[in-house]
């Protein structure tokens, strides 16, 4: 359940007002574009979390909506005589189709099944990617998109492009809370916690997190088409699974299942991996190692687990903590 | 003609390597439900240290064991330290073997640089079986050979001995074993260690046929899990069958679309999935 309490209230305003007071603060196009990745990643990072944090369901291919949905947006619009808008439009269509048909495949497993084949589904996007190079470029990737001109700004400027994104977060951030809120969403999270209750009830589970798992896919798609314009090129690693693992752990270290986590959990994931990839190549090593950190160590993830280190500190005396991993249900057999 | 049934060994071949590297998995995956998602990096590491042991001098067989013995006592570590202190919590587990998995692969990059390395084959198998016009490398044929000795050697002591007897039941009922005096706690080491020496081994044999690269981890990851979702949980007959399905799919599929070899293996799990979502050998559901 998600509540609002007036200090969250006060964070939000105060940090959609940093964020809308960016490039104003801030006066190095490096910057700027740093604070674009970390909306794009936002976008991304929030929709998984449909799925992780309020339908228990961890995907370990979210990737796949961000990739196909670049890769379309590029081929379409840079390589098959598409605008800009009519191929944004028809990649973001087309993504949400593919989560319709991977939605359906992997909902035929629950919990660690499910992990599973959206992993195995994922990986073959990639090796698709990869390896049909006539048409997707292969491992040099496909470039040639440029960003488009809508009302007329000019959206090479790495400012305007920030804004242009930031609208789709907030409209992410209002329609993500929105669906949460709505009877589906309630029954999303009655299903993660009570799938069997919820079938006695009358509910079809099934069709709640089908639809769930498209709506995820959608946002999915938004971000990639984003992440199209805003690179103006995408290569396999798009769609690899270190980048569905990147998302995952920003869910997970935002927390799950709070609707503003993910947001904060792409923040930190966005600027360590420019900070740490300025110094040393090491990133994958250091993602490996703070996931393995965090679940031996931090399992509510970073943001309640800080939250929850302060509190022990202040009171020593810890509250009972709620694992932020959902648990996985075990098929009746 | 010709080609069909060259083809055919290949996918065999193919097929082969897959169940030396699913057959662990699904074992692992079926007795203590952890998706053990660093697997294809124990394959990939398990080559890398037999390619280091034949660079170091020693004969080939000897690097297969040393691959095997090495990746098993890295498993045996991991589970100790890490799998055991997550009991109960799937999902944790399966989140720390991906950790473990980047770690791995990194490092692996770091010590044995970015290049392929080839492994070499063993002299007493180079060169190639002729039948008529048709010519197969020897090689492959024992790669297949060992499989079979495998998957029959797996299969008695599955089936025909106390261990595997044990293995079963904590398969199809962990809580029941238990509760009759089946000492799982005992048999997870076990099932892992050898789980990890066959990824360890199983990537010292298939050095000389895949050769050795940064993302042979996540090349065959997905593939051990694509026949475990089409064999069924901790079935060693469906691992069997599904490494045979996926090597011939993917022998035949690169060979007459090269392009689409990866899209083909979208249709087995789709058909799978759609019609029998227990896999084909599986008693439950994934």
Known sequence: MISTSRPQIVLGLVAIAALLAMPWLVTSDYYVNIATQIVIAAILAMSLNVLVGFGGMVSLGHASYLGVAAYLTVYLTAHAGFGPLAGALAAIAATTILAMLFGYLALRASGLGFLMITLALGQILWGIAYRWASLTGGDNGLGGAVRPHPLGVDLMNPTAFFYFALIFLAAAMWLISRFIQSGLGQSLQGARDQPRRMRALGYNVWLIQWLSFVFAGFWGAIAGMLYAYYNQFVSPQTLHLTTSAETLLMVIAGGTGTLFGPIVGAALVVILKNVVSAYITRWLMLLGIIFVTIVMFMPEGLVPGTRRLRGIVRKRRGSPTTPALPVTEERPT | ?286
Request: with cysteine.
């Open chain 2, 1 to 286: 003609m010709n080609f069909w049934v060259i083809q055919g060994l290949n996918g065999l071949a193919f097929g082969s390597l897959l169940f030396i590297l699913a057959s662990g998995f699904s074992l692992i995956f079926g007795l203590m439900r952890i998706v053990n998602l660093s697997h294809g990096a124990y394959f990939m590491l398990g080559a890398y240290v037999g390619l280091s042991a034949i660079d170091a001098g020693v004969s080939f067989w000897v690097a297969i064991l040393i691959g095997g013995l090495a990746i098993s006592v890295l498993g045996a570590i991991i589970e100790r330290f890490i799998l055991r202190r997550l009991s109960g919590q799937p999902l944790a587990q399966v989140l720390v073997t991906l950790g473990i998995a980047f770690i791995i692969a990194d490092a692996c990059v770091w010590i044995w640089t970015g290049d392929p390395r080839p492994v070499p084959m063993p002299r007493e198998l180079a060169g190639a079986f002729r039948v008529q016009q048709l010519a197969f490398p020897i090689y492959r044929l024992f790669v297949i050979g060992v499989a079979f000795t495998l998957a029959a050697t797996l299969w008695f002591l599955l089936e025909r001995s106390r261990l595997g007897a044990m293995i079963r039941a904590g398969v199809d009922d962990l809580s029941m074993a238990r509760a009759m005096g089946i000492r799982t706690s005992l048999l997870f080491p076990v099932v892992f260690c050898l789980g990890s020496a066959l990824a360890g081994a199983g990537g010292v044999l298939a050095g000389p046929i895949l050769s050795v690269y940064p993302g042979l981890d996540t090349d065959m990851l997905p593939l051990a899990l694509v026949v475990v979702i089409l064999g069924g949980i901790g079935s060693l007959l469906g691992a069997f069958i599904g490494s045979l399905i996926i090597g011939f799919i993917y022998s035949y599929g690169q060979a007459l679309f090269p392009d689409l070899a990866y899209v083909i293996l979208f249709l087995p799990m789709v058909l799978v999935l759609t019609l029998r979502p227990t896999g084909l050998f599986g008693r439950q559901a994934i």
